[in-house]
C-alpha cells in the first residue's frame, strides 16, 4: 500500500512561523538592548546573541571610568590586564558554548582592601600600602576568576575603613581624594565601600564586591540606590582580605539589581580552608542550588515582615521618609505579606552606640591585632605593622594630608584580646540576643524591614545579614533605600522578599550625567 506523501506548506509554515519569530524576537532584543543599566542576564543573552562580546563590554566600562572618574573618584586603578581578561572569556564561549557560568565574561570592581595577585594594588586607598605584594589572590577573587569573571579594576574606599580618623570624611582617601555621590552634588556617599557602590550605580561596572564591618555595604548602597548584600559573617571568605574585625567583617556583592547581587553571591560562598572556622561553620546555611532559586516574583506570599520604626524614623534625613514607608509596606502587604508593625528591639539606643556596647572597645584590638597579622604575611611591602603605618602617615603628609589618624594611634595603644575586650564581645553577643534575635523569634518573623541604613549597626554585632534596595528618592534627588535583616543564615528569605519588592516597584533609576560629560558609545557587533 502506497502511503501519501503529507503536504509540505504546513511544515513550512510552521518553519516559518518558528524562525521568523526568534529573528523577531531577537531584532527586537537588540533594538532595546543597552548596556547601561544591563544586567547580568541581558548581557549574557546578547553575548548567546553575538551582539556583544566580552571585550566590548570591558571597553565600555573602561570608556565610562575614563570619562567619569576624573569627576566621582570612585575607580583607583583599573586592570591593565582586563581586555586578556575579556578576550579569553570571548574564546572559552567559542569553544564551550554550553558554559553556563553566569559570571563568564562579566567584569567586577573590587574595593580596594581585597587582594588579587596582579598588576592591581591592594592598599585601603593608602600610599603606606602602594607597591606591596600579596601571597595569592582572596578567597573571593579566586572563586570569581575561576567563574570567569573578568577583575576590572579597584574601587576606593574610605581609607582603612575610616578606621584612620573620624574627621575624614566617609568616601575619602589619599589615593584619590573624595569620592562624589553620582545623584546629588555635594551629597554623602556614606560607607567605606563607596566607591563599590558609586562605580556601580553610574555604570562603570556590572557588579562589585565591597565589605562590611559595620554598614560598609548597607549605608553606601542606600545612598548611591543600587542592592547591597550583606551576608551572614563566614558565608563568604575573608582570607586576603584587609580585616578589621573577623567576628564582624564579611564580604558581600554590590549590583543594580538584586539578581546580579545574587549571581555574584553564588558564586564567591563557600568553604574556604584559609578562613576555616567561620566558613565551615557558615557552610550550613548555604542551600543545594544556591541562592538564584529564591528569585521568586511571589516571594512576599506568606512572608512575616516586622517593622520597626523607633529610633531610626525619627534619625532618618530623608524629608519624606514616613511617607515613603507607608508606601512600601502597602506594596508589602499587596505582595502577600503579615505585617508586624510598631516592634522596637530591647535596648537598641545601647546598641546604636559604639561606645555604650562595647563595638569601639573591640574594634580597636582586633584592627590592631589582625591587620598586623595581614601586613607580615605580605610577600614585599613597607609597611610590616599598624606603628609603621602611622609612621609613614606624619613622615608623608604630601601624600597622606595632615589629616588625623586618631583611631589608628587609639587602635595602636591596644595590646590584644584582654578581659575588657572580652566583655565588650559578651556585652554585644547579649545585646543582641535580647534585642534582635528575640524579636525576631518572638514574633515569628522572617525579616525585619527599616527604611534607610541606620539599622546597620543592629545585624553588624550579632554578623547577621542585610539587604537594601532601592526606595525612593528625596526631594533634592538623594536616593534612599530599604532595608530587609534577618538572622544568620536568613539569605533565602531576604533575597524572596527583597526580589518581590524589587520587582514590585522597580524605583531604581541611572543618576544623570554630569553636566560636562558627552559619551562616545561603542558600537557593538
Not at 157 to 179: D, H, K, N, V
Not at 281 to 293: C, D, E, L, R, S
Not at 322 to 331: G, K
Request: proline share 5%; glycine share 8%; charged share 20%.
Amino acid at each position: 500500500m502506497e502511503m501519501k506523501r503529507p503536504p509540505l506548506f504546513p511544515f513550512i509554515f510552521l518553519i516559518y512561523l518558528v524562525v521568523g519569530r526568534t529573528v523577531f524576537v531577537n531584532s527586537q532584543f537588540q533594538e532595546n538592548f543597552k548596556i547601561e543599566e544591563a544586567t547580568i542576564q541581558d548581557i549574557q543573552r546578547a553575548f548567546a546573541l553575538k551582539q556583544l562580546t566580552s571585550r566590548n563590554l570591558v571597553d565600555f566600562y573602561l570608556n565610562r571610568i575614563e570619562t567619569l572618574n576624573p569627576f566621582l573618584r570612585s575607580v583607583i586603578e583599573v586592570n591593565p590586564e582586563a581586555q586578556n581578561q575579556a578576550e579569553e572569556a570571548d574564546r572559552i564561549r567559542e569553544r564551550h558554548s554550553n558554559n553556563n557560568s553566569e559570571m563568564l565574561g562579566i567584569p567586577v570592581l573590587l574595593k580596594d582592601s581585597i587582594a588579587t595577585k596582579d598588576k592591581l594594588n591592594t592598599t585601603a586607598g593608602s600610599y603606606a600600602l602602594l607597591g606591596s605584594k600579596v601571597p595569592r589572590d582572596a578567597g573571593v577573587v579566586r572563586k570569581l576568576r575561576e567563574a570567569g569573571a573578568v577583575i576590572l579594576g579597584k574601587a576606593s574606599m574610605s581609607e582603612w575603613y575610616r578606621m584612620r580618623s573620624l574627621s575624614i570624611s566617609e568616601g575619602w582617601c589619599a589615593r584619590t581624594g573624595q569620592a562624589k555621590n553620582p545623584y546629588v552634588s555635594g551629597g554623602e556617599t556614606c560607607g567605606s565601600s563607596s566607591g563599590s557602590a558609586i562605580s556601580v550605580a553610574a555604570n562603570m561596572a556590572t557588579v562589585s564586591l565591597g565589605t562590611e564591618t559595620d554598614g560598609s555595604i548597607i549605608c553606601p548602597a542606600d545612598y548611591n540606590s543600587v542592592v547591597g548584600l550583606k551576608p551572614t559573617v563566614g558565608l563568604t571568605s575573608r582570607a586576603g582580605v584587609i580585616p578589621i574585625s573577623p567576628r564582624q567583617d564579611t564580604i558581600g556583592p554590590i549590583g543594580r539589581t538584586v539578581s546580579d547581587v545574587v549571581y555574584v553571591l553564588d558564586t564567591i560562598i563557600g568553604f574556604d580552608p584559609r578562613d576555616l572556622e567561620a566558613t565551615k561553620q557558615a557552610t550550613k546555611f548555604i542551600p543545594p542550588g544556591g541562592y538564584k532559586q529564591f528569585l521568586n516574583k511571589d516571594g512576599l506570599k506568606g512572608k512575616r515582615i516586622g517593622v520597626v520604626r523607633n529610633p531610626f524614623l525619627a534619625l532618618s534625613n530623608r524629608s519624606s521618609a514616613a511617607q515613603v514607608l507607608e508606601s512600601h509596606l502597602h506594596t508589602l502587604r499587596q505582595g502577600g505579606a503579615t505585617i508586624v508593625d510598631n516592634l522596637e528591639i530591647l535596648n537598641v539606643d545601647a546598641i546604636l552606640n559604639p561606645f555604650q556596647s562595647g563595638e569601639t572597645i573591640a574594634l580597636l584590638a582586633e584592627f590592631k591585632l589582625y591587620l598586623n597579622d595581614y601586613l607580615q604575611g605580605l610577600t614585599t611591602s613597607s609597611v610590616n605593622s599598624l606603628a609603621d603605618i602611622i609612621a609613614f602617615n606624619k613622615n608623608n603628609p604630601d601624600l597622606e594630608s595632615t589629616n588625623g589618624q586618631e583611631v589608628l594611634i587609639a587602635a595602636e595603644f591596644t595590646n590584644g584580646i584582654g578581659e575588657e575586650e572580652r566583655n565588650a564581645i559578651e556585652s554585644m553577643q547579649k545585646l543582641s540576643q535580647n534585642g534582635f534575635e528575640n524579636l525576631m523569634l518572638e514574633n515569628n518573623l522572617d525579616a525585619m524591614v527599616t527604611l534607610g541604613s541606620l539599622a546597620s549597626t543592629v545585624l553588624a554585632i550579632g554578623g547577621y545579614p542585610g539587604m537594601t534596595v532601592p526606595a525612593g528618592y528625596d526631594g533634592d534627588g538623594m536616593p534612599f533605600g530599604v532595608l530587609f535583616g534577618g538572622l544568620r543564615g536568613a539569605e533565602p528569605a531576604l533575597i524572596e522578599i527583597a526580589y518581590a519588592f524589587e520587582q514590585a516597584t522597580m524605583i531604581r533609576k541611572p543618576p544623570p550625567p554630569p553636566s560636562f560629560v558627552e559619551f562616545d558609545f561603542i558600537n557593538f557587533v
